[in-house]
């Protein structure tokens, strides 16, 4: 018996989210043997707890199919819902009293790592309940930072857009070369330093700027980052120093708690801002030269120009050329040797049925 399947985005949008939900409906849509219909949920799972949802089916017929997979945003919407940690919370039974509505086999959700809390939650509630329902998370989030995935979907734009804009920021910089000057870049990271690492890529020579890159990997001392700002002032006199936002002493404590209390958002995370303005004004105390501070807000990774590469491999499926069951929908889009519609990924050469 068919059953239906749905995809829903939830946190904040990449730069190739959407090219991740063209993966899945196309898929689907290609698995007319097994699917019967492919839902979007509008706003995430906030959205189907209020049977907000939309049939995918009529966005490949008008062609908008294929503008969604090159259009950054959350297409379908998205939402930062906490599901209970009692998965005996009403919540449970009510959702699958819709998946059960809505004859829901296949339920994929795009996002980070709030997304797959909510994917974990909804697979072991499934499993006290003895559901058939599969339950699939696909990975979403500039950070990089998702337990046993070797990269994120995300990751590549917003670290291409990091390493542009450090680039530019060193020009700037440059341009008072008579002076010392210290400029300071926060980059989105809370416990991961990826995005910030990145930086690296600014560099066009060995002692180039960003001179000092900062993770929240390390903990960070602040008499230690004086004195490296001192030594690199002997080759380097306009520094950049890149900081992730989450850098920390090592004992739990982040940096920008030191200026001032953080609050909460609705998942627990401490909201962090402040770290480079922190250190503007301790450097600016401490060794009294001109120091600015730059906060590069994730709004800018999120929406920063897809890297073309990046987007051609997010959640691409490829068919075998060995396949020939599968094959509901004759795709002139595709060669023959991909239109077998049973899924694997790019490092296999043949599907799992012809390995």
Same mark, same amino acid.
């Given at each position: 018996m068919k059953k239906n399947a749905i995809v829903g985005q939830s946190g904040g949008p990449t730069a190739v989210i959407n090219a991740s939900l063209y993966g899945v409906v196309y898929e689907a849509l290609n698995r007319e043997d097994v699917i019967g219909t492919i839902y979007g949920m509008i706003n995430g799972i906030e959205g189907f707890l209020n049977e907000n949802m939309m049939d995918?089916? +009529? $966005? !490949? @017929?008008?062609? !908008?199919?294929?503008?969604?997979?090159t259009t950054p945003g959350s297409y379908l919407g998205s939402c930062r819902y906490k599901l209970p940690e009692d998965l005996t919370d009403a919540v449970y039974p009510q959702l699958f009293e819709k998946f059960e509505k809505y004859n829901i086999g296949y339920f994929f959700y795009i996002g980070g790592n709030d997304s797959m809390d909510t994917v974990s939650k909804l697979s072991r509630y499934a499993e006290t309940v003895n559901s058939e329902i599969? $339950? &699939?998370? &696909?990975?979403?989030?500039?950070?990089?930072?998702? @337990?046993?995935?070797?990269?994120t979907p995300g990751f590549g734009s917003a670290a291409k857009y990091v390493a542009s804009t450090v680039r530019e920021i060193a020009i700037d910089a440059s341009v008072y070369d008579n002076k010392k000057s210290v400029t300071i870049v926060e980059i989105m990271g809370r416990h991961a330093g990826w995005l910030a690492a990145a930086s690296v890529l600014a560099?066009? $020579? !060995?002692?180039?700027? +960003? @001179?000092?890159i900062y993770l929240p990997e390390v903990a960070f001392d602040q008499e230690q980052f004086l004195a490296d700002v001192q030594k690199a002032f002997e080759h380097t006199s306009n520094l950049v120093v890149c900081i992730s936002e989450g850098i920390n002493d090592g004992n739990g404590k982040f940096v920008c708690e030191l200026a001032s209390d953080v609050g909460v958002d609705t998942f627990g995370h401490k909201m962090l801002t402040g770290s480079g303005k922190y250190l503007e004004n301790l450097v600016k105390d401490r060794l009294g030269v001109k120091v600015r501070s730059i906060e590069q807000p994730a709004l800018f990774f999120r929406y920063a120009l897809c890297d073309r590469r990046e987007r051609s491999n997010r959640f691409r499926f490829f068919r075998c050329a060995d396949c020939t069951e599968g094959n509901n929908r004759n795709d002139d889009r595709l060669p023959p040797y991909r239109r077998c519609g049973l899924p694997h990924y790019l490092r296999s050469g043949r599907c799992k049925s012809h390995l």
């Open positions: 995918m089916k +009529p $966005f !490949e @017929v008008n062609g !908008e199919l294929e503008l969604i997979k599969r $339950f &699939i998370g &696909i990975p979403k989030t500039i950070d990089n930072d998702l @337990v046993l995935t070797d990269h560099r066009k $020579f !060995e002692g180039d700027n +960003p @001179v000092l």
